[in-house]
């Protein structure tokens, strides 16, 4: 993964975290303001009237115990709160919608307060007929307020404190005012008698003693206005009054057997308790509002909430943007430029120093890349590549030292060894001169000088894995035929190869023993690691690029791995290491730097015989036009060709220099590889015997002698044949050169008829 992603991924995860975590902040805030929402609407549609349903349930829980009793109650003043009791009803009915309530609790609460509603009018009816209990009658009223009370304890459904701590308190104060209610229906069940059950009575006790305890527990939750507000009508002459009747009936009742007789001050109740009814109705209603208002006022908070929070991620969220932005930018710009400097250090610094070492070149401490010195991160990553680059170059410095001490070491070796084979060729050479009428002493002389050349090219086989170049003693272009010939007579087994020159081209004086000493190479390989019976064919035509010159021959077959091995040995230069483990396979490594002295092209693949195919692709820069030979003068008109000695004819040794500085030849110096002269003998063709063609001294192959030629119509009919002309009898003007072609022609297709003559034989 790419460093720009790393740092962006780096970014990307808080950053998205941090979305998320906003997100989800968010939306539950959202939710919470949501739920706030609903909850005022089904407060402000069912919670208010709901309470409105309850005062006037408590109102008429007491006129009708009252009425019960026998108090004087009027009935117009009856249906008159029954009247307010059904508005109230009425109105409850048409504005709450339970489903609009969240909570489940306070869901089955509503419901369970409108279906005892709805026997309200059946309890009206027992009541006027004085049907049943008293005591049911009241405990129905009863249940219905306490209902109502439960629905106010789970009708919000969000988790707010202070919502929360508000509905608490104001739950409580309607039970406290329902407690002083219960007192009043209690009070109005004594009747005219002024008497209650000891049941009715303890209920009572009860009712006043919780009446001022809830109220002082409630008080300290209450908010500071509406503690005032409560004090006040605590403080109040109606209060007052109502806990003066109180602690009257408790302290003055009188028990008897069926109950306990009240005093007769419980007659003053009616008035405060009229009045503590609706002041406490106002309070709690007042709180009810509150409690909406708060809600109303949360949500909106709420709302802003979400707002600030969106609005301050956001800057974060660009902040971090912003930041990423400029250190990715700012570390990316760092480490660009550290990437472009080693890439510069690897790809051009590095690769010229090395290639300047190789050459035997000198280098200054300019050369090098140079701390920077700079102590953040990136810096010391550069001065640590710096001082590796250092030490890696020390290191090619002791290599180059070695590897041209060890070339230095074998040019020395060559040059010796090569002093003993050009005498051993100079006494090879002065034999055969001596005694090459004896035919059984010539071919064994014919042998050994044929492997004192294999030995000569070993010598500068070794001159050339030692980065050294073949010098060239040609002065003059040679036709690609007498090329290939030149490079066949190199090769041991010379007599299986088979040459076809399709073009006739010349190659330039200065490749031509570069070029020879290259396919002499392709040619041993190709007789050595093909069947001693089989044919090796060297043909060459000119192509868009130069000069194709194919090697086949019919050896195993070769796998796509291995081929892939040997061209990489052609096309690369190995070490002195990998030369130590193919001692014994040393010849496509010098074709390959043969190849890439001559700047040609070796290509080995399998050919369409199952055997291999070495393809050699000489630069056009090295080809040149085939000159029109001038004709061989005749021994009349000069002097017959000297025949040289064998001291003449001894190589000489040329110093080792490159192409572009090459010294005059005919110098000698004692550094260089010996190098033997190539070179023809020119005979008059007519003085040739016929016979097989003898290899020279040099390595190439003599001249053939001229082929028979055929006296015209001599196969003809008597009656055909015209009179036969004297021919004149002169020097032949063919050059030895297309002697020996012609030569090579007749054998070639010699050998083609015996081949033909075998295979229709039975």
């Known amino acids: 993964m790419r460093l720009r992603t790393l740092l962006v991924w780096l970014a990307v995860v808080p950053t998205v975290a941090m979305s998320i975590q906003v997100l989800i902040s968010s939306n539950r805030l959202l939710q919470e303001s949501q739920h706030l929402r609903e909850d005022v609407a089904s407060g ?34 009856l249906r008159s709160r029954r009247a307010d009791t059904d508005r109230a009803v009425a109105a409850f009915r048409k504005s709450s919608d339970p489903g609009q309530v969240h909570s489940d609790l306070a869901r089955r609460h509503l419901q369970d307060v409108t279906r005892r509603l709805a026997d309200l009018g059946a309890q009206r009816e027992r009541a006027d007929a004085r049907h049943g209990s008293l005591d049911d009658t009241v405990n129905y009223y009863t249940g219905v307020i306490n209902e109502t009370i439960r629905s106010y304890e789970d009708f919000s459904h969000v988790d707010d404190g202070g919502l929360t701590q508000e509905r608490t308190s104001l739950v409580s104060l309607f039970s406290a005012s329902e407690v002083v209610a219960r007192e009043d229906a209690i009070l109005a069940l004594s009747g005219p008698s002024g008497k209650l059950t000891s049941a009715r009575f303890g209920e009572f006790i009860e009712a006043a003693g919780a009446s001022d305890y809830l109220y002082d527990t409630i008080a300290p939750d209450l908010t500071a206005d509406d503690q005032r507000a409560l004090e006040r009508i605590l403080a109040s002459k109606a209060w007052k009054e109502k806990s003066r009747i109180e602690e009257a009936v408790i302290s003055e009742h009188r028990d008897i057997p069926s109950g306990v007789v009240l005093p007769p001050g419980v007659r003053e109740w009616r008035a405060p308790a009229d009045t503590l009814s609706a002041e406490l109705n106002t309070f709690n209603q007042g709180g009810l509002r509150e409690l909406l208002a708060h809600a109303d006022d949360r949500a909106a908070q709420l709302e802003r909430q979400v707002a600030l929070l969106v609005a301050a991620s956001g800057a974060a969220l660009l902040l971090v943007i912003a930041v990423v932005v400029f250190t990715t930018r ?50 010391r990553i550069s001065d640590a590549f710096a001082r590796v680059v250092a030490v890696s170059i020390e290191g090619h410095r002791k290599l180059a030292d070695e590897r041209q001490g060890f070339g230095m070491f074998a040019s020395g070796i060559a040059s010796r060894t090569g002093n003993l084979v050009s005498r051993q060729l100079s006494l090879t050479e002065h034999l055969q001169d001596t005694f090459g009428q004896d035919e059984a002493l010539l071919a064994e002389l014919m042998k050994s000088d044929q492997l004192t050349v294999g030995m000569r090219r070993q010598i500068e086989n070794l001159l050339i894995l030692a980065g050294g170049e073949i010098p060239d003693p040609h002065t003059e272009p040679m036709r690609i035929a007498d090329l290939l010939r030149e490079a066949a007579a190199e090769v041991e087994d010379f007599r299986r190869i088979d040459r076809h020159a399709m073009d006739e081209v010349s190659v330039e004086p200065r490749v031509i023993s570069q070029l020879s000493h290259l396919l002499a190479e392709l040619l041993d390989n190709a007789t050595r690691f093909s069947p001693p019976t089989s044919r090796v064919d060297i043909r060459s035509e000119r192509v868009a690029d130069g000069l194709c010159i194919e090697v086949e021959d019919r050896g195993p077959r070769v796998t796509a791995e291995r081929y892939e091995e040997m061209n990489g040995r052609l096309h690369s230069a190995p070490p002195y290491s990998v030369l130590a483990q193919n001692a014994h396979r040393l010849g496509l490594f010098v074709v390959g730097h043969l190849a890439d002295q001559l700047g040609a092209k070796v290509t080995l693949r399998r050919s369409a015989f199952g055997g291999t195919s070495a393809v050699v692709i000489v630069p056009a820069e090295h080809l040149v036009e085939t000159q029109e030979r001038n004709p061989v003068p005749e021994p009349a008109q000069g002097p017959a060709p000297v025949r040289q000695s064998a001291e003449e004819r001894r190589p000489e040794f040329l110093p080792h220099q490159r192409s572009d500085e090459q010294a005059d030849v005919s110098a000698p110096a004692p550094s260089g590889l010996p190098r033997r002269q190539r070179r023809e003998q020119v005979r008059p063709a007519q003085t040739m015997a016929p016979g097989p063609a003898r290899r020279g001294s040099s390595g190439s192959v003599s001249t053939p002698p001229a082929l028979p030629e055929r006296v015209p119509q001599t196969h003809m009919a008597e009656q055909l044949r015209e009179p036969r002309v004297a021919e004149a009898v002169g020097q032949d003007a063919a050059t030895p050169e297309e002697v020996a072609d012609a030569w090579a022609d007749y054998e070639d297709s010699t050998r083609q008829v015996e081949l033909e003559l075998r295979q229709d034989q039975p």
């Open 44 to 77: 402000r549609q069912t919670g208010i009237p709901l309470y409105q349903v309850m005062i006037k349930m408590q109102s008429e829980r007491a006129i009708t115990a009252a009425w019960w009793s026998g108090s004087p109650v009027s009935g117009a003043d």
């Open 330 to 379: 700012s570390v990316l710009r760092r480490l660009k430029g550290l990437h472009e400097r080693t890439v510069t250090v690897a790809e051009e610094t590095l690769p010229d120093i090395v290639a300047r070492l190789q050459r035997g070149q000198t280098l200054g401490a300019e050369a090098l890349p140079q701390p920077t010195g700079e102590q953040d991160e990136v810096g």
